[in-house]
C-alpha cells in the first residue's frame, strides 16, 4: 500500500511540472535551442546566450555547428555561451575552430577573448600561440584573456609583449599584468618604456631634420632675366 502511495505522489508530481523528467525542461529542447542561436544574430543576443548557458550540455553541438558557419555576428556570439557552458565538449569546439581556417579573423577574436572566460590552463598555450599573429587586434584579444585567467605562465607571456611596437598592444599588455596584479611587472615595464622612449627621439630627430632641411637657392646670376 505504502508504495502504491509513493507511485502515485510521484505520478502527480510530474503532472503537476513538480518534478521534470527532462532535467533541461522544455527549454532544452531542440527546436527551443534553435530559436535561441538564431536570436544571437540579434539585438536580444545577450538574453538568448543566457538562456542558451542555462541550457547547458544539450546546447553545445548546434553551438559549435553556428560557430562555424563563418557568419559575423552569429558565429563570433555563439562563442561566448560555449566558453560559459565549460564542459569538455565545449573547450574542445572552441580550441578546434582556431585552427579553422575558413573562419573570418574577426570570430576568431571573439574565440579567443571567450577562451579566457574558461580561466584553466588548458587553454593558455593556444592563446599564447596568437600571440604572433599579425593582427594587432588579435594579439589585444589575447592579452585581455590572459589578464583574466592570470597565472605564471600568464604572466611571463603578457611581459614578453610589453616590447612591441603597436601601441594598443603594449597597452593591452600592461592593463593584463595589472589585472594579475604582477610583481614582476614593473622593471620589465620600465625597461620597454625606456626603449619606446628612445624609439620616439629617434622619430623626433629625424622629423626635425627633414622639417629643417631647406631648398637650395638658386644664385642670382642664374636667376632668369624678366622680360
Not at 31 to 40: A, C, D, T, Y
Not at 130 to 159: F, K, Y
Request: aromatic fraction near 2%.
Amino acid at each position: 500500500m505504502k508504495f502504491i502511495t509513493i507511485v502515485v505522489a510521484v505520478v502527480v508530481l510530474l503532472s503537476c511540472g513538480g518534478v521534470s523528467a527532462n532535467p533541461g525542461g522544455a527549454s532544452g529542447s531542440e527546436k527551443r535551442i534553435q530559436e535561441l542561436i538564431k536570436q544571437l544574430d540579434s539585438r536580444s543576443w545577450d538574453q538568448a546566450a543566457k538562456e542558451l548557458v542555462r541550457i547547458g550540455d544539450p546546447a553545445v553541438d548546434p553551438l559549435l555547428r553556428a560557430l562555424n558557419e563563418n557568419s559575423h555576428g552569429l558565429s563570433a556570439r555563439a562563442s561566448s555561451p560555449l566558453s560559459k557552458i565549460r564542459s569538455e565538449k565545449a573547450v574542445d569546439g572552441l580550441l578546434g575552430a582556431l585552427d579553422n581556417t575558413k573562419l573570418d579573423d574577426r570570430i576568431k577574436r571573439y574565440i579567443l577573448q571567450s577562451l579566457g572566460n574558461i580561466e584553466t590552463e588548458r587553454v593558455l598555450n593556444p592563446l599564447i600561440r596568437h600571440l604572433g599573429h599579425e593582427d594587432w587586434a588579435i594579439r589585444c584579444a589575447v592579452l585581455r584573456s590572459l589578464g583574466r585567467i592570470g597565472g605564471e605562465t600568464a604572466e611571463r607571456a603578457a611581459i614578453s609583449v610589453l616590447r612591441d611596437k603597436g601601441r594598443y598592444v603594449f597597452e593591452s599588455a600592461v592593463a593584463a599584468l595589472g589585472q594579475m596584479k604582477s610583481t614582476r611587472a614593473p622593471s620589465h615595464l620600465i625597461e620597454a618604456l625606456e626603449d619606446r622612449e628612445g624609439m620616439s627621439r629617434i622619430k623626433i630627430s629625424r622629423a626635425d631634420r627633414k622639417s629643417t632641411r631647406r631648398t637650395p637657392v638658386t644664385p642670382i646670376s642664374r636667376m632668369p632675366s624678366s622680360a
